[in-house]
């Protein structure tokens, strides 16, 4: 059995692709964009590494200011900055003018967040590391390390916020054009399909239209070939019935109705002579007189709807030394059945 096509189904399936591309395509990018700044993060980890280089050439007599003085000197802004701490105490966070809003405050205080403090707990000794951390909603790439100093730890980190990064100009301009195109093959997936599934299922209206014509054609083929049949049933021009037949023919024509009938009967001296008269009754006699072979000599014509004075005209003509006319009988009407009228026509000719 044929299924229908659906044009909704097939075009809420396309939209759905459409959807699903689109979530996979927006998870894509942000694995992108996280790939991206842990490439970055392993940049800023040399650059943490040649400061702290910086540190370790102070001499002897170099303090906590000494440190805090290199690093407030790098290029900081509020996209990317550094902090100190000593232990849990914070030396330097962004600027002096930061840091002095911090002073008292434990590390833990300004990296608050879980990503931030597990972070700080996985920094190694003399070991630079980095990682993707959140503060205040904010997203950072950090990379940080602890180093000893005089007998005592202390923690450097340099914290770079994402957007500083992942929109650069060129970097930016590349992710959008990656969204804009793939955004317009969606739609035009979208469109594309739509168009195609309203043809399909125009088609497949327009195909189950025509499967209808066909099989009402069918129909009417097969109708008139019954029809065609019936009446090369009857057509006396092509041919020549037996007398088993003939009960049948008479009730058909008594319910058609049709009148008056003229019945001739013909008696030829042989069989032979019978065969050459029907091949003779061929081209005089048209589709309204029917003949019927009554046995291998008699022979049976039955004149549908002729006037009196034609039929017998036509009976007399068609007597010959070899065909003689034996009894005719005319019926006005079939008030009587033909039928019986018929037989008790045979019964006098016949002498039964």
């Given at each position: 059995?044929?299924?229908?096509?659906?044009?909704?189904?097939?075009?809420?399936?396309?939209?759905?692709?459409?959807?699903?591309?689109?979530?996979?395509?927006?998870?894509?990018?942000?694995?992108?964009?996280?790939?991206?700044?842990?490439?970055?993060?392993?940049?800023?980890?040399?650059?943490?590494?040649?400061?702290?280089?910086?540190?370790?050439?102070?001499?002897?007599?170099?303090?906590?200011?000494?440190?805090?003085?290199?690093?407030?000197?790098?290029?900081a802004t509020a996209s990317r900055y550094w902090t100190?701490?000593?232990?849990?105490?914070?030396?330097?966070?962004?600027?002096?003018?930061?840091?002095?809003?911090?002073?008292?405050?434990?590390?833990?205080?300004?990296?608050?967040?879980?990503?931030?403090?597990?972070?700080?707990?996985?920094?190694?000794?003399?070991?630079?590391?980095?990682?993707?951390?959140?503060?205040?909603?904010?997203?950072?790439?950090?990379?940080?390390?602890?180093?000893?100093?005089?007998?005592?730890?202390?923690?450097?980190?340099?914290?770079?916020?994402?957007?500083?990064?992942?929109?650069?100009?060129?970097?930016?301009?590349?992710?959008?054009?990656?969204?804009?195109?793939?955004?317009?093959?969606?739609?035009?997936?979208?469109?594309?399909?739509?168009?195609?599934?309203?043809?399909?299922?125009?088609?497949?209206?327009?195909?189950?239209?025509?499967?209808?014509?066909?099989?009402?054609?069918?129909?009417?083929?097969?109708?008139?070939?019954?029809?065609?049949?019936?009446?090369?049933?009857?057509?006396?021009?092509?041919?020549?019935?037996?007398?088993?037949?003939?009960?049948?023919?008479?009730?058909?024509?008594?319910?058609?109705?049709?009148?008056?009938?003229?019945?001739?009967?013909?008696?030829?001296?042989?069989?032979?002579?019978?065969?050459?008269?029907?091949?003779?009754?061929?081209?005089?006699?048209?589709?309204?007189?029917?003949?019927?072979s009554m046995d291998d000599r008699r022979v049976l014509?039955?004149?549908?709807?002729?006037?009196?004075?034609?039929?017998?005209?036509?009976?007399?003509?068609?007597?010959?030394?070899?065909?003689?006319?034996?009894?005719?009988?005319?019926?006005?009407?079939?008030?009587e059945s033909y039928q019986r009228q018929f037989e008790?026509?045979?019964?006098?000719?016949?002498?039964?």
């Amino acid at each position: 059995m044929k299924r229908k096509f659906n044009f909704f189904i097939v075009t809420a399936l396309v939209v759905f692709f459409a959807m699903a591309a689109d979530v996979f395509i927006i998870w894509q990018l942000n694995n992108y964009e996280t790939r991206f700044l842990e490439i970055y993060g392993a940049e800023q980890d040399g650059y943490v590494k040649v400061v702290l280089e910086e540190i370790n050439r102070l001499g002897d007599d170099a303090t906590e200011k000494d440190i805090t003085d290199i690093i407030s000197s790098l290029d900081a802004t509020a996209s990317r900055y550094w902090t100190v701490s000593k232990e849990d105490s914070i030396l330097f966070v962004k600027s002096v003018t930061e840091t002095n809003r911090y002073k008292g405050f434990t590390d833990g205080a300004y990296y608050a967040s879980d990503s931030a403090a597990a972070f700080l707990n996985r920094l190694g000794l003399n070991q630079v590391g980095h990682q993707i951390i959140y503060l205040n909603e904010d997203r950072f790439i950090a990379s940080g390390m602890i180093f000893d100093w005089r007998n005592q730890q202390y923690r450097i980190c340099l914290l770079t916020y994402d957007k500083v990064i992942l929109e650069d100009n060129i970097l930016l301009e590349c992710r959008n054009s990656i969204i804009i195109i793939l955004s317009l093959v969606l739609a035009l997936l979208i469109i594309l399909s739509m168009v195609m599934s309203k043809k399909i299922s125009g088609q497949a209206a327009r195909i189950a239209r025509q499967e209808e014509r066909v099989i009402w054609q069918n129909q009417q083929l097969e109708q008139l070939d019954e029809q065609l049949k019936r009446e090369h049933a009857f057509s006396a021009s092509k041919r020549v019935f037996k007398h088993t037949v003939l009960d049948e023919f008479l009730r058909t024509l008594d319910e058609r109705g049709a009148h008056p009938l003229h019945f001739a009967v013909f008696e030829t001296e042989t069989p032979e002579a019978r065969d050459e008269f029907f091949e003779h009754m061929q081209v005089v006699l048209d589709n309204s007189a029917l003949r019927f072979s009554m046995d291998d000599r008699r022979v049976l014509l039955i004149f549908v709807r002729y006037e009196k004075q034609v039929s017998s005209r036509i009976i007399e003509s068609l007597e010959n030394w070899e065909v003689r006319g034996v009894a005719d009988l005319y019926c006005e009407d079939n008030t009587e059945s033909y039928q019986r009228q018929f037989e008790q026509f045979w019964k006098a000719v016949t002498g039964t």
